[in-house]
């Protein structure tokens, strides 16, 4: 009865290093998503999987932010040459339906 | 834009007293209204509301919901110091298949 897990759970990287994220969702879970949440701030919608669905991009900030959801399962967020102002907590959720979304702990991510 | 707008954004109060926290929204397909607890990193679910006027309840939180004046309320009653954490709103946009979240409300309960 394993919840949400994600990896690592503190990152600190160097301005322009890429990231890469992983988030391990419920098993059976369909959808998951990815959120991010600034010192301070609400959380903000990244990206959205469905099933083997073609991914919503909408949320993501910029093209250096790229997710991949590999076999309708594990979850890998990669942010390229990372900035400054990408510090944040991540967090993935996975949920079995439309509306109740269950949270990992995060990643907290330093770009220093 | 989607926005949901969560008041006040902090809160401080003495253990036992009675808060009530805000969440309007201007979303343009609604479909779910959730209220989210976090205390350290992440959430987890206290409430989810579909229906106006129906409260849900559980031990000392309950929230209600109104769909002609869009918004909803989250009641705590004789809180404690464990209840100190952020509450989240948030509010699940219909066709764009993504949860739109407030700012979140800080609440410290003081002993």
């Known amino acids: 009865g394993a919840g949400v897990s994600q990896s690592p759970s503190n990152k600190v990287t160097e301005k322009g290093k890429d990231v890469e994220l992983r988030c391990d969702p419920i098993s059976g879970h369909t959808a998951l998503y990815w959120y991010r949440q600034s010192l301070g701030q609400g959380l903000e919608f990244l990206i959205y999987?469905?099933?083997?669905?073609?991914?919503?991009k909408s949320g993501l900030p910029s093209d250096r932010f790229s997710a991949e959801r590999t076999g309708g399962s594990v979850s890998t967020l990669t942010i390229q040459r990372t900035q400054q102002e990408d510090s944040a907590v991540y967090l993935c959720?996975?949920?079995?339906?439309?509306?109740?979304?269950?949270f990992g702990p995060g990643t907290r991510l330093t770009v220093l | 834009e989607d926005k949901v707008v969560q008041s006040p954004l902090s809160l401080v109060v003495h253990e036992g007293d009675t808060v009530t926290l805000n969440c309007s929204y201007e979303v343009t397909n609604f479909r779910s209204l959730l209220w989210y607890k976090q205390e350290k990193k992440a959430p987890t679910f206290l409430f989810m509301l579909?229906?106006?006027?129906i409260e849900k309840k559980s031990g000392r939180l309950s929230s209600i919901l109104d769909k002609k004046e869009l918004f909803s309320i989250l009641n705590i009653t004789a809180t404690q110091t464990g209840d100190s954490a952020i509450y989240l709103c948030?509010?699940?946009?219909?066709?764009?298949?993504?949860?739109?979240f407030g700012q979140g409300t800080r609440l410290t309960i003081n002993p």
């Open positions: 959720a996975s949920s079995s339906s439309v509306d109740e979304q269950f």
């Open positions: 999987f469905q099933g083997n669905s073609a991914p919503d």
């Open positions: 948030a509010v699940w946009v219909q066709g764009a298949q993504k949860l739109v």
């Open positions: 579909t229906s106006s006027g």
